[in-house]
């Protein structure tokens, strides 16, 4: 994949990577990116990453921790005085006094750590850790800087009437067929075209369809940028060479063109090609829960994010003009929704589809790995008799609305769950006809869940979440991953 920059970019990322090189000579820094699609986890990661740093937690896997070398790790002050701090506390407190988990990832945020460790050879050291913590679907962005109009028109449309996503598409679809991108330019039926398209996007993004690749990411999440033109386009049925600058299709791909330069661009600039390593995080169960067209969705989503890294093992000139991400950890998040015997198996479904992703990083020298973990352990497991069978359950709040067996749960009551197992060999569920197993997007029972294969429930926090170490699966196991080299 060739890369986006121009010579102006790679001047200001080379400019900026020697002064953080320089920088790190008399601070050892150590920039952690923090990403994932929709719902996958990112600020619960990184709020119990922090919190098992500096309050503490079992962690056995993550040796610098597990051997007592790490003495203490410290917030510090925010390290970039434009970028708007990650609010550690206030999603602390939401966890722990009103048991709720932290809204979903808007923008970009970062928090520095300072950690004090001993060497192997007995010396003290500090490691500066900056967690930048971002949308997953601003990755999904990233290729569209190699991309014209007409690219990004045609790769659009051309998901909106595949099968998996022609219902929900059918308006928008609609909308298209009425504005040939001949049109004169039109302020309002741009408008009109574009709302339909972003309405598109968040269907979607429904517990039903359960979809990756949406881009473009802002569209979902605008902030400032709500209403204005750089977020009023949509793809039109265009040829490659567009009309006149006064067209409709004109019009929209002004547009495009500003979105990139606007949005895309600068995140890149500023934050994506700054990062020393990457994780991941996927919400594998809910694509599961959807169906196969969700599953094969996102390993698109997985298999396009990856591409979007600079992924490959630094020379010296690469450390302090084009630093690459030499480590990548993709983590399926919600282990604590499935019984332990199942979570080998998580793993192994992550892994299936990262494959084709894996064997570029690797040829290019960096090292990718997966896991499956639950930062925030929401369940404990326990045995239940039925039926003269004792059977493994998770127990555990689902959350206010979720159903099961036609139960809908009321936020407040604990109850043993069953959540079935993931076959043993994950082949089975990537079968190309979509026969492998049923979803919430292929059901047709009455109420679309009665004879679906999986469907993994939503659960609150813990109670108890403040100062004493929380409840996880493999967090530990990621640290020593993401970090352990570095604290030598």
């Given at each position: 994949?060739?890369?986006?920059t121009?010579?102006?970019?790679?001047?200001?990322?080379?400019?900026?990577?020697?002064?953080?090189?320089?920088?790190g000579?008399?601070?050892?820094?150590?920039?952690?990116?923090?990403?994932?699609?929709?719902?996958?986890?990112?600020?619960?990661?990184t709020?119990?990453?922090i919190h098992?740093?500096?309050?503490?937690a079992?962690m056995?896997?993550?040796?610098?921790?597990?051997?007592?070398?790490?003495?203490?790790?410290?917030?510090?002050?925010?390290?970039?005085?434009?970028?708007?701090?990650?609010?550690?506390?206030?999603?602390?407190?939401?966890?722990?006094?009103?048991?709720?988990?932290?809204?979903?990832?808007?923008?970009?945020?970062?928090?520095?750590?300072?950690?004090?460790?001993?060497?192997?050879?007995?010396?003290?050291?500090?490691?500066?850790?900056?967690?930048?913590?971002?949308?997953?679907?601003?990755?999904?962005?990233?290729?569209?800087?190699?991309?014209?109009?007409?690219?990004?028109?045609?790769?659009?449309?051309a998901?909106?009437?595949?099968?998996?996503?022609?219902?929900?598409?059918?308006?928008?679809?609609?909308?298209?067929?009425?504005?040939?991108?001949?049109?004169?330019?039109?302020?309002?039926?741009?408008?009109?075209?574009?709302?339909?398209?972003?309405?598109?996007?968040?269907?979607c993004?429904?517990?039903?369809?359960?979809?990756?690749?949406?881009?473009?990411?802002?569209?979902?999440?605008?902030?400032?940028?709500?209403g204005?033109?750089?977020?009023?386009?949509?793809?039109?049925?265009?040829?490659?060479?567009?009309?006149r600058?006064?067209?409709?299709?004109?019009m929209m791909?002004?547009?495009?063109?500003?979105?990139k330069h606007?949005?895309?661009?600068?995140?890149?600039r500023?934050?994506?090609?700054?990062?020393?390593?990457?994780?991941?995080?996927v919400?594998?169960?809910?694509?599961l829960?959807?169906?196969p067209?969700?599953?094969a969705?996102?390993?698109?989503?997985?298999?396009?994010?990856?591409?979007?890294?600079?992924?490959?093992r630094?020379?010296?000139v690469?450390?302090?003009?084009?630093?690459?991400?030499?480590?990548?950890?993709?983590?399926?998040?919600?282990?604590?929704?499935?019984?332990?015997?199942?979570?080998?198996?998580?793993e192994?479904v992550?892994?299936?589809?990262?494959?084709?992703?894996?064997?570029?990083?690797?040829?290019?020298?960096?090292?990718?790995?997966?896991?499956?973990?639950?930062?925030?352990r929401?369940t404990?497991?326990?045995?239940?008799?039925?039926?003269?069978?004792?059977?493994?359950?998770?127990?555990?709040?689902?959350?206010?609305?979720q159903?099961?067996?036609?139960?809908?749960?009321?936020?407040?009551?604990?109850?043993?769950?069953?959540p079935?197992?993931?076959p043993?060999?994950p082949?089975?569920?990537?079968?190309?006809?979509?026969a492998?197993?049923?979803?919430?997007a292929?059901?047709?029972?009455?109420?679309?869940?009665?004879?679906?294969?999986?469907?993994?429930?939503?659960?609150?926090?813990?109670?108890?979440i403040?100062?004493?170490?929380?409840?996880?699966?493999?967090?530990?196991?990621?640290?020593?991953?993401?970090?352990a080299?570095?604290?030598?």
């Amino acid at each position: 994949m060739a890369f986006f920059t121009d010579a102006v970019d790679d001047a200001r990322i080379a400019l900026q990577a020697l002064a953080d090189r320089v920088e790190g000579i008399a601070h050892p820094t150590l920039r952690l990116g923090v990403t994932g699609l929709s719902r996958a986890g990112k600020t619960i990661f990184t709020t119990a990453l922090i919190h098992a740093l500096t309050k503490g937690a079992r962690m056995p896997v993550f040796e610098p921790y597990q051997s007592g070398r790490i003495a203490r790790a410290e917030l510090q002050p925010q390290p970039d005085d434009a970028v708007p701090r990650f609010a550690y506390e206030g999603h602390l407190e939401m966890l722990g006094a009103e048991r709720r988990w932290p809204s979903s990832t808007t923008r970009v945020s970062e928090l520095r750590l300072a950690i004090r460790y001993a060497t192997r050879r007995g010396s003290l050291k500090t490691l500066t850790l900056d967690i930048v913590d971002y949308p997953g679907e601003w990755l999904l962005d990233l290729p569209l800087l190699n991309m014209s109009y007409a690219d990004f028109a045609r790769q659009s449309l051309a998901l909106a009437r595949a099968q998996a996503r022609a219902e929900v598409a059918a308006p928008f679809l609609a909308a298209v067929a009425d504005a040939p991108a001949s049109a004169t330019a039109d302020e309002a039926r741009a408008r009109e075209v574009a709302a339909r398209f972003t309405t598109y996007l968040a269907a979607c993004r429904s517990e039903r369809l359960a979809m990756s690749l949406l881009p473009p990411g802002r569209f979902l999440m605008p902030g400032d940028l709500e209403g204005s033109p750089a977020l009023t386009f949509a793809p039109l049925d265009v040829e490659d060479a567009l009309s006149r600058a006064d067209t409709l299709g004109g019009m929209m791909e002004r547009r495009f063109e500003a979105y990139k330069h606007a949005v895309v661009r600068p995140f890149f600039r500023n934050h994506f090609a700054r990062l020393d390593r990457q994780i991941v995080l996927v919400d594998t169960l809910s694509a599961l829960n959807a169906g196969p067209a969700a599953l094969a969705d996102l390993e698109r989503a997985l298999d396009g994010i990856l591409a979007a890294f600079r992924t490959g093992r630094n020379s010296l000139v690469s450390t302090l003009f084009r630093p690459r991400i030499e480590k990548v950890l993709f983590a399926a998040t919600k282990a604590d929704h499935l019984h332990r015997a199942s979570h080998d198996r998580l793993e192994a479904v992550l892994g299936r589809l990262v494959e084709r992703a894996r064997e570029r990083a690797q040829d290019r020298g960096a090292t990718l790995d997966v896991v499956a973990l639950a930062a925030i352990r929401a369940t404990r497991e326990a045995r239940v008799r039925r039926g003269g069978h004792e059977l493994d359950a998770i127990v555990g709040t689902p959350e206010a609305g979720q159903e099961a067996g036609g139960h809908i749960f009321d936020g407040e009551e604990e109850v043993a769950v069953f959540p079935g197992e993931l076959p043993a060999d994950p082949d089975a569920l990537f079968d190309p006809s979509g026969a492998g197993f049923r979803g919430l997007a292929s059901s047709m029972a009455g109420d679309g869940q009665d004879d679906v294969h999986f469907r993994f429930l939503r659960f609150r926090p813990p109670a108890g979440i403040g100062d004493a170490p929380i409840p996880h699966i493999r967090l530990d196991r990621a640290l020593q991953f993401l970090l352990a080299d570095r604290l030598p």
